[in-house]
């Protein structure tokens, strides 16, 4: 795993997280077990295969175990969203998962910040860094980070992925989408999948998903999600709302049921047989430069309402890279002030270097004219121009540039994003 943490040993409690995968050999199948001590338990069972919790057998309460240092208030919310994604996936899918996953709720130090969850067989851990602890989160955000990595424990075993992480975006988009789903705000589901369309558009490369899939970072949970959407409004659109992704997944589960078997992944991602419509997933599946225009048509065309918007703060990051990887010999960083920007960039970019603060770039505000900016210097960097950076009234610093800025990245805003009857 590239991305994620996985605590190989980590105290919860009275007892002990681990995570058997990460104790594998190098070379071979390893079978391992642990051997606990007298009184003592282990969950889900004592063979690594995932991740376990190892206790003394009086800790264990009703199927979760959380740490001393996990506020009563969280575990509540935690506990409370369980319970609620359980109910409406085992509705939805027309079956329970085999029995309710043993939770392990964890204080993890090695997070700098956020939470982190896993499912693995019969075993979910949530994991909070210390700031998450000491303040409040929204039940909302509780809800869907526990409703996503439980919509995980319906798939243990179910598809058979692909190697090297390839197939990350199909089960990270499942379960992400899921999670929208389950919290039945069309409010927050619209505006959580603007910011997933935005943030594929930026990522995914023009060979799509099955030749250049993203395996790691936000990009992967992004277009996963954005391909559940576009694949759901397919089968609400045909099936005149009768049906919709849970369907489709219900259907899927059946069939690993009845055949016991898992499914192959590239049929988890095919189109229904009976799809009347053209299949606008395949636009983010196969190669195509051109995909979001056709692809938002789809979208709009099956019952959403996707709009352009400007997006301010994407053309300023855009003329910020596109400027700082000119100069720059090493890393390139920034962050933003109010109604300025500081350039993080030492002494390895040169007419850039000792982290010069800018509010203009090419004589436009960046706050107050950011569509300016990225029009100037696009003329600018087209025709071989020097490009200014100036902070108030003062030249900071000039900057040849002689490499086009690429177009300013595409932003949507999802005003609707399924029609009513579907």
């Given at each position: 795993?590239?991305?994620?943490?996985?605590?190989?040993?980590?105290?919860?409690?009275?007892?002990?997280?681990?995570?058997?995968?990460y104790l594998?050999?190098?070379?071979?199948?390893?079978?391992?077990k642990v051997?606990?001590?007298?009184?003592?338990?282990a969950?889900?069972?004592?063979?690594?295969?995932?991740?376990?919790?190892v206790?003394?057998?009086?800790?264990?309460r009703?199927?979760i175990?959380?740490?001393?240092?996990?506020?009563?208030?969280?575990?509540y919310?935690?506990?409370?969203a369980?319970?609620g994604?359980?109910?409406?996936?085992?509705?939805r899918l027309?079956?329970?998962?085999?029995k309710?996953?043993f939770v392990?709720?964890a204080?993890?130090?090695?997070?700098?910040?956020?939470?982190?969850?896993?499912?693995?067989?019969?075993?979910l851990?949530?994991r909070?860094?210390?700031?998450?602890?000491?303040?409040?989160?929204?039940?909302?955000?509780v809800?869907r980070?526990v409703a996503?990595?439980?919509f995980?424990?319906?798939?243990?075993?179910k598809?058979?992925?692909?190697?090297?992480?390839?197939?990350?975006w199909?089960?990270?988009?499942?379960?992400?989408?899921?999670?929208?789903?389950?919290?039945?705000?069309d409010?927050?589901?619209?505006?959580e999948l603007?910011?997933?369309?935005?943030g594929c558009s930026?990522?995914?490369?023009p060979a799509?998903?099955?030749?250049?899939p993203?395996t790691?970072?936000?990009?992967?949970?992004?277009?996963?999600?954005?391909?559940?959407?576009?694949?759901?409004?397919?089968?609400?659109?045909?099936s005149h709302?009768?049906?919709?992704?849970?369907?489709?997944?219900?259907?899927?589960?059946?069939?690993?049921?009845?055949?016991?078997?898992?499914i192959?992944?590239?049929?988890?991602?095919?189109?229904?047989?009976?799809?009347?419509?053209?299949?606008?997933?395949a636009?983010?599946?196969r190669?195509?430069?051109?995909?979001?225009?056709?692809?938002?048509?789809?979208?709009?065309?099956m019952?959403?309402q996707?709009?352009?918007?400007?997006?301010?703060?994407?053309l300023?990051i855009?003329i910020?890279?596109?400027?700082l990887?000119?100069?720059?010999?090493?890393?390139?960083?920034?962050?933003?002030?109010?109604?300025?920007?500081k350039?993080?960039?030492?002494n390895r970019?040169?007419p850039l270097?000792?982290?010069p603060?800018?509010?203009?770039?090419?004589?436009?505000?960046?706050?107050?004219?950011?569509?300016?900016?990225f029009?100037?210097?696009?003329?600018l960097?087209a025709?071989?121009?020097?490009?200014?950076?100036?902070?108030g009234d003062r030249?900071?610093?000039?900057?040849?540039?002689?490499?086009p800025?690429p177009p300013?990245?595409?932003?949507w805003?999802?005003?609707a994003?399924?029609?009513?009857e579907?």
């Open positions: 795993m590239t991305d994620r943490v996985y605590p190989q040993a980590l105290r919860v409690g009275e007892g002990w997280q681990l995570y058997g995968p594998e050999t190098l070379s071979g199948d390893a079978p391992l051997r606990v001590p007298h009184a003592w338990i969950a889900p069972s004592p063979s690594l295969v995932g991740y376990l919790y206790w003394p057998r009086a800790y264990l009703a199927g175990v959380a740490a001393p240092a996990i506020p009563s208030a969280l575990r919310q935690i506990v409370e369980f319970e994604a359980r109910t409406v996936y085992t509705r027309g079956r329970a998962a085999s309710p996953p392990i709720i204080l993890d130090p090695t997070l700098q910040s956020g939470w982190r969850g896993d499912s693995t067989p019969g075993t851990s949530l909070f860094s210390p700031d998450i602890i000491s303040r409040h989160v929204s039940q909302d955000r809800a980070f996503h990595e439980l995980h424990d319906w798939w243990q075993g598809i058979i992925m692909p190697a090297a992480e390839k197939g990350a199909l089960q990270e988009g499942m379960a992400e989408y899921a999670s929208l789903l389950a919290s039945d705000d409010a927050l589901v619209g505006a603007a910011r997933h369309l935005n930026d990522a995914l490369a799509g998903l099955l030749s250049a993203p790691s970072g936000q990009a992967v949970y992004d277009c996963g999600t954005v391909f559940q959407w576009v694949r759901d409004l397919q089968v609400r659109h045909d709302g009768h049906e919709d992704a849970f369907t489709g997944w219900s259907n899927l589960l059946r069939r690993a049921r009845d055949t016991h078997a898992p192959p992944w590239a049929e988890a991602i095919s189109a229904p047989a009976d799809m009347a419509d053209t299949d606008a997933a636009a983010l599946l190669p195509n430069a051109g995909r979001w225009p056709d692809l938002v048509e789809a979208l709009n065309r019952g959403a996707v709009l352009p918007v400007q997006d301010d703060g994407a300023r855009a910020l890279q596109h400027l990887t000119l100069a720059c010999h090493d890393r390139i960083g920034f962050f933003t002030q109010e109604g300025s920007v350039l993080e960039t030492g970019c040169g270097n000792c982290d603060v800018i509010d203009s770039i090419a004589g436009h505000k960046l706050f107050a004219d950011a569509a300016g900016a029009a100037a210097v696009a003329a960097c025709s071989d121009r020097r490009v200014s950076f100036d902070n030249r900071v610093a000039e900057l040849s540039c002689a490499k800025l300013a990245p595409k932003r805003a999802v005003r994003w399924r029609s009513v579907g």
